[in-house]
C-alpha cells in the first residue's frame, strides 16, 4: 500500500515538472515570436528609411546637377547674346526655379528631422516578470501557495551570446 502510495506521488510530482516544462517552453516560444515580430517591424522601419534616405539623396544629387547645368547655360546665354532679349525668360526660370529650391530644401529639412529621429524600441520586462511571480501557485491543502524565490535572480539558465540568438532565431524560426 505505501509503495503504490509513493509511486502515485513520484508520477504525480514527474507530471507536474514535465507540465511546467511545456509551461515554461510555451511562454519562451511566445517571448521569441514577440521579439520576431519586433524584429521584422524594425527590418520594416530600417528599410523606409533607407529607400526614403536613398531617393532623398538621388534627388538632391539630380538638382544639384541641374542647377550646375542651369548655372552654365545662364553664363552661356549672358555671354553670347543681348541681355535684354534673354532677361524675361531669365527672370521667369530662375522664379520658378527659386520656388522648386524652396520646395525641395523644405522636404530635405523635413527627411532630415525624421532620420534624427528614428523609432526607438520601449520594453519593459518587469512588468511580465512580477506577472510570472505572481501567476505561480501552488494549490495545497485548499490554500494557494507562490512559491519562495530560491533561485539567484542573477544567474542566466539559458545564456547563448545576445549577437548569435539575434542572427539564429529571428528573421524565420529560431534553430538553435
Do not use: W
Amino acid at each position: 500500500m505505501f509503495a503504490a502510495e509513493r509511486e502515485r506521488l513520484k508520477q504525480h510530482f514527474k507530471l507536474m515538472r514535465i507540465e511546467l516544462a511545456r509551461k515554461t517552453m510555451d511562454i519562451v516560444n511566445a517571448t521569441l515570436r514577440k521579439m520576431n515580430d519586433c524584429v521584422l517591424a524594425m527590418e520594416m522601419f530600417e528599410y523606409s528609411y533607407l529607400q526614403k534616405y536613398e531617393e532623398n539623396e538621388k534627388e538632391y544629387l539630380a538638382k544639384q546637377y541641374n542647377m550646375a547645368n542651369f548655372k552654365k547655360l545662364c553664363t552661356s546665354a549672358a555671354d553670347n547674346n543681348p541681355l535684354h532679349e534673354f532677361l524675361p525668360y531669365i527672370t521667369e526660370i530662375s522664379s520658378q526655379i527659386s520656388t522648386d529650391v524652396s520646395h525641395f530644401t523644405n522636404r530635405i529639412v523635413e527627411a532630415i528631422k525624421a532620420y534624427s529621429q528614428p523609432p526607438e524600441f520601449l520594453f519593459e520586462p518587469k512588468p511580465i516578470m512580477d506577472q510570472l511571480q505572481a501567476c505561480s501557485k501552488f494549490k495545497f491543502q485548499s490554500q494557494m501557495i507562490t512559491p519562495p524565490v530560491r533561485t539567484d535572480p542573477s544567474i542566466r539558465l539559458i545564456d547563448i551570446p545576445i549577437e548569435k540568438l539575434a542572427q539564429v532565431c529571428f528573421f524565420g524560426y529560431c534553430s538553435l
